[in-house]
């Protein structure tokens, strides 16, 4: 195992950009070959459940038929990496860390003391909904910073399997949505950094966001930043075209046409907290 970051918790598993489990700290490196790996991540999603055992065989070979002994070496090939690891439960850490458990018709995992990003984002996303519905604007809002800060990325990027990539859109969703409440806080508070910052984020998950690309447009028009807003047009444009065949709608067409002209520029939006930004230079996100 590599040494890797600090963390209270025996096991730290993280999925967001990459997949990476760490013991005590340290990064798990030695998966060797097979399907271990694809099955921790696939019996993680269901954490207490009974997993029959055609679904993972569906799960972890679609549209293959492999020996019918092919789960169970994987199965043991898991437990071992958890063993040798140190990350397997066992009586002697009081039950902590991840037990593969055999049932009647499948298999379920067990997780004591082990932190899991997805599960931790997902759990802040409720919990910042909460908040909102009973009126604490500014914890739910410190909730959805903290679950944006957990988002490095898409889940599992690499897994192909047909599992992954509903949960993957349904958590990029959730990112996204998180982000556009966080602009439209960060807007209404005047703090200009933080909505480049957030509107970043954005685009770096989904780099078609139109209403993000309007936001930025508008925001340097009102700064007065005409050639800025001009730039962020051209981005939007080029990249909706080369991607979906169509351009900016009518709605991000108006606020350039309005930036570009100079008919955004107010005094009150001159005396936003700026921070940096004089140093920023215009759009730089690569392409999705």
Same mark, same amino acid.
């Given at each position: 195992?590599?040494?890797?970051?600090?963390?209270?918790?025996?096991?730290?598993?993280?999925?967001?950009?990459?997949?990476?489990?760490?013991?005590?700290?340290?990064?798990?490196?030695?998966?060797?070959?097979?399907?271990?790996?694809?099955?921790?991540?696939?019996?993680?999603?269901?954490?207490?459940?009974?997993?029959?055992?055609?679904?993972?065989?569906?799960?972890?070979?679609?549209?293959?038929?492999?020996?019918?002994?092919?789960?169970?070496?994987?199965?043991?090939? =898991?437990?071992?990496? *958890?063993?040798?690891? @140190?990350? +397997?439960?066992?009586?002697? /850490?009081?039950? $902590?860390?991840?037990?593969?458990?055999?049932?009647?018709?499948?298999?379920?995992?067990?997780?004591?003391?082990?932190?899991?990003?997805?599960?931790?984002?997902?759990?802040?996303?409720?919990?910042?909904?909460?908040?909102?519905?009973?009126?604490?604007?500014?914890?739910?809002?410190?909730?959805?910073?903290?679950?944006?800060?957990?988002?490095?990325?898409?889940?599992?990027?690499?897994?192909?399997?047909?599992?992954?990539?509903?949960?993957?859109?349904?958590?990029?969703?959730?990112?996204?949505?998180?982000?556009?409440?966080?602009?439209?806080?960060?807007?209404?508070?005047?703090?200009?950094?933080?909505?480049?910052?957030?509107?970043?984020?954005?685009?770096?998950?989904?780099?078609?966001?139109?209403?993000?690309?309007?936001?930025?447009?508008? =925001?340097?028009?009102? *700064?007065?930043?005409? @050639?800025? +807003?001009?730039?962020?047009? /051209?981005?939007? $444009?080029?990249?909706?075209?080369?991607?979906?065949?169509?351009?900016?709608?009518?709605?991000?067409?108006?606020?350039?046409?309005?930036?570009?002209?100079?008919?955004?520029?107010?005094?009150?939006?001159?005396?936003?907290?700026?921070?940096?930004?004089?140093?920023?230079?215009?759009?730089?996100?690569?392409?999705?």
């Amino acid at each position: 195992m590599d040494t890797g970051n600090q963390s209270t918790h025996l096991v730290e598993v993280r999925t967001f950009g990459k997949f990476e489990v760490f013991i005590k700290g340290r990064r798990v490196t030695r998966w060797r070959a097979g399907k271990a790996r694809n099955l921790l991540q696939y019996l993680l999603l269901r954490p207490g459940r009974v997993v029959p055992r055609d679904v993972l065989f569906e799960a972890l070979w679609p549209a293959l038929d492999p020996p019918r002994g092919s789960l169970k070496v994987a199965v043991h090939t =898991l437990r071992s990496i *958890l063993a040798d690891s @140190g990350a +397997a439960a066992t009586a002697g /850490k009081n039950g $902590s860390g991840i037990s593969i458990l055999t049932q009647e018709c499948g298999y379920s995992i067990e997780t004591t003391d082990v932190w899991v990003d997805f599960q931790e984002f997902g759990a802040l996303i409720l919990q910042a909904q909460d908040e909102q519905a009973n009126g604490a604007q500014e914890d739910s809002l410190a909730k959805l910073r903290a679950a944006v800060a957990l988002y490095q990325g898409d889940f599992l990027p690499g897994v192909t399997m047909p599992w992954a990539e509903p949960q993957r859109e349904w958590l990029r969703s959730l990112a996204l949505s998180a982000l556009n409440r966080l602009v439209v806080a960060a807007t209404e508070a005047d703090d200009t950094l933080q909505v480049l910052n957030y509107c970043h984020k954005i685009l770096e998950i989904d780099s078609l966001h139109e209403e993000t690309y309007r936001t930025l447009i508008q =925001l340097h028009g009102q *700064l007065g930043q005409l @050639g800025q +807003a001009h730039r962020w047009y /051209k981005l939007c $444009s080029s990249r909706l075209r080369e991607v979906v065949g169509i351009g900016p709608n009518e709605a991000t067409r108006t606020v350039y046409r309005e930036a570009v002209s100079g008919g955004l520029v107010t005094v009150t939006q001159q005396s936003r907290r700026l921070g940096p930004l004089a140093a920023m230079s215009g759009p730089s996100l690569e392409r999705r």
